[in-house]
């Protein structure tokens, strides 16, 4: 029972993580607020677990954001000696890839960030799966700065692996907020993102206008479809949307 307690309580840290990051990268709250709240959350899974690396790591990326790269780097120096350490500590490549992703941030030489991003494809190419790396590779690798529909295909291609992340919702959302015409169907993928989106309040008229568009050409009831419509008619009162909800309202005889 301890040990199932103590599982539940680091998901359950970790999502309150997780939900104070998108609020912070969304712009809900500020960098302080978000530094604070995270603080308190990193201090409680330290206590946990005082071998965690990735709530070490996380505050590393925190003090990265604030500027506070010395305090940072005595941090990631720590973890780099455990890592050398192996028989103390397990290589997991999400984990390490994040480590090593994080050491870039302040060792900015073109050569370390291409040495680096080799690793960290590399993992990839052996775990397709994991979303993590992903998360690690689009950051890392900067064909997807100059290429936003390669990073947004390779997001929907990690979701019907069955990826569910918000921190590549949060990607792939931000690329239709900016490129509406990437939004050409409203399948699972594209209906969990605007989903996502919408409970972040990020959106703007013209992804709005690309949903009514689609939404009037979908041939099937959808409840999420409906949920999304009926948020957008009561942001915006728009007359099409509410048409799309009466003809969507048919569709499934509701």
């Avoid at 799966?129 to 997807?144: A, I, K, P, T």
């Avoid at 936003?148 to 692996?161: D, G, P, R």
């Amino acid at each position: 029972a301890s040990v199932y307690s103590y599982k539940k309580e680091i998901q359950t840290l970790t999502m309150q993580m997780m939900d104070n990051y998108l609020r912070y990268r969304t712009g809900q709250v500020n960098q302080a607020v978000w530094a604070k709240e995270t603080e308190i959350v990193v201090e409680k899974m330290n206590a946990l677990n005082k071998f965690s690396i990735f709530s070490r790591l996380y505050q590393a990326h925190m003090l990265i954001e604030q500027e506070k790269y010395n305090e940072a780097q005595w941090i990631l120096n720590r973890i780099a000696a455990a890592y050398e350490n192996k028989e103390e500590l397990e290589v997991e490549p999400s984990t390490y890839s994040y480590f090593l992703y994080l050491t870039t941030l302040y060792d900015r030489t073109d050569e370390r960030r291409e040495q680096i991003l080799q690793e960290v494809t590399g993992y990839y190419h052996n775990h397709p799966e994991n979303h993590r790396l992903l998360w690690v590779l689009l950051h890392l690798d900067e064909q997807y700065e100059g290429n936003s529909l390669k990073k947004y295909l390779m997001i929907e291609e990690q979701f019907h692996k069955g990826a569910n992340s918000p921190l590549l919702y949060l990607e792939a959302y931000s690329v239709i907020a900016l490129n509406p015409v990437y939004l050409t169907k409203l399948e699972d993928f594209e209906l969990q993102l605007l989903q996502f989106g919408f409970k972040y309040k990020m959106y703007n008229q013209d992804l709005i206008g690309q949903l009514i568009y689609l939404s009037g050409k979908q041939k099937n009831f959808s409840e999420k479809l409906l949920r999304l419509l009926e948020f957008c008619y009561q942001e915006t009162g728009n007359k099409e949307c509410l048409q799309n909800i009466c003809t969507l309202l048919t569709k499934g005889n509701q």
